[in-house]
């Protein structure tokens, strides 16, 4: 229902790094849930990491766990996606979304049009 805007998708290493960020009005009028998916070519959605913002630390799912970090900046309304050590199977469509009732965004409250992100061997 309320647009959101990802960035920092780009072409990248095996190993290296890459930063991607979301934001949007869907942060700024409190849907505290925050979430990160992802699609590959010819692949069903799959989900990355979430946070609440009320409080709570990050939740990953445990293709990334201990490589990506999530981070929410309340102060900008901006939701970070920071991937190290990334590997080739990390290339996808990342997309962004705020969820209000739902811990994995499944209200749609918000949702972005995606940043590619390729990882080349």
């Known amino acids: 229902q309320v647009q959101l805007v990802e960035s920092g998708g780009g072409s990248g290493q095996a190993g290296g790094s890459l930063r991607l960020s979301c934001t949007g009005p869907g942060y700024s009028r409190g849907y505290r849930h925050m979430c990160w998916f992802r699609q590959a070519s010819g692949k069903e959605r799959e989900r990355v990491a979430r946070?609440?913002?009320?409080?709570?630390?990050?939740a990953y799912v445990d293709a990334v766990k201990g490589r990506f970090t999530l981070s929410y900046d309340a102060a900008n309304y901006t939701l970070y996606l920071q991937m190290d050590s990334l590997k080739p199977e990390d290339t996808a469509m990342y997309y962004c979304?705020?969820?209000?009732?739902?811990?994995?965004?499944?209200?749609?409250?918000?949702w972005g049009q995606g940043t590619q992100v390729t990882v080349s061997a």
């Open positions: 946070l609440y913002s009320g409080g709570g630390n990050p």
């Open positions: 979304a705020a969820g209000y009732s739902s811990t994995w965004c499944d209200d749609f409250k918000a």
